[in-house]
């Protein structure tokens, strides 16, 4: 249903319609004069009355309905900014809550790549990714980085725009395809090494990713993150 509103537009021709529709019936102008001959009897002294009453009156009614509408639609035009300051503020508050939550993956990550164990050794860093005596948190470390992985990859989805934060992506595209090198190793590692058909000797697995890289551009994506939790709770 559409709003109705009293501009000053719309004053200024109620204003005059008052004006003009008794002057024109005192004027004798037909037909408004012979329907308020009938409607209406009296001498000019009751016009002269008539007058003095509605000239009275009128202005303030007017000036009362413009004033009361013009208070209605400014505390309408405030509630209605306030609301959306608010929806702004709840918007931002989630936006906020999932950033933690990105940062949370994103150290769960870094834990569990920037390790000082030595793995130049294919085995070595097979073991620390697929058995359980490294385990760091609840899965093995391997499952807990795809798992987290899966998580930035949501969340990111959610919160940055692929065009306005272009420099966001390409860090994520970078991690990502690191996060697939290790995928291809494990495979190929498993392959070779723990199938059915392994003849028993170890066969060597090109490791080709290094984990510092990989905490390098996580440390990337931190700057990123934290600069848009400032940029949110301005």
């Known amino acids: 249903?559409?709003?109705?509103?009293?501009?000053?537009g719309l004053?200024?021709?109620?204003?005059?319609?008052?004006?003009?529709?008794p002057l024109v019936i005192q004027m004798h102008w037909l037909p408004f004069y012979q329907l308020a001959k009938v409607l209406?009897?009296?001498s000019s002294s009751d016009w002269l009355q008539f007058w003095?009453?509605?000239l009275g009156v009128m202005p303030s009614g007017l000036i009362a309905v413009f004033v009361a509408s013009y208070q209605i639609e400014s505390a309408q035009n405030q509630i209605d900014e306030a609301r959306k300051e608010d929806l702004i503020i709840m918007r931002n508050t989630k936006i906020v809550d999932y950033?933690?939550?990105?940062?949370?993956?994103?150290?769960?990550?870094?834990?569990?790549?920037?390790?000082?164990?030595?793995?130049?050794?294919?085995?070595?860093?097979?073991?620390?990714?697929?058995?359980?005596?490294?385990?760091?948190?609840?899965?093995?470390?391997w499952k807990e980085l795809k798992n987290q992985n899966n998580r930035l990859y949501f969340l990111s989805k959610i919160?940055?725009?692929?065009?306005?934060?272009e420099r966001f992506y390409t860090e994520m595209n970078n991690y990502t395809t690191a996060i697939k090198s290790?995928?291809?190793?494990?495979?190929?590692?498993?392959?070779?090494?723990?199938?059915?058909?392994?003849?028993?000797?170890?066969?060597?697995?090109?490791?080709n990713f290094r984990l510092p890289d990989m905490v390098s551009i996580i440390n990337r994506?931190?700057?990123i993150v934290n600069r848009k939790i400032n940029e949110l709770s301005a």
């Open 99 to 141: 950033l933690y939550e990105i940062k949370n993956a994103l150290s769960k990550s870094e834990v569990i790549l920037n390790t000082d164990k030595p793995l130049s050794l294919d085995v070595d860093m097979y073991n620390y990714l697929q058995t359980p005596e490294h385990i760091i948190f609840e899965d093995l470390n």
């Open 40 to 42: 209406t009897p009296g």
């Open 182 to 207: 290790i995928n291809s190793f494990i495979v190929l590692h498993e392959r070779l090494n723990c199938g059915n058909g392994n003849d028993g000797e170890h066969h060597d697995t090109d490791i």
């Open 159 to 165: 919160i940055f725009d692929e065009v306005k934060d």
């Open 52 to 54: 003095g009453s509605y």
């Open 11 to 21: 004053v200024v021709k109620l204003l005059i319609l008052f004006i003009a529709l």
């Open 1 to 8: 249903m559409q709003k109705f509103k009293f501009t000053r």
């Open 221 to 223: 994506l931190f700057v």
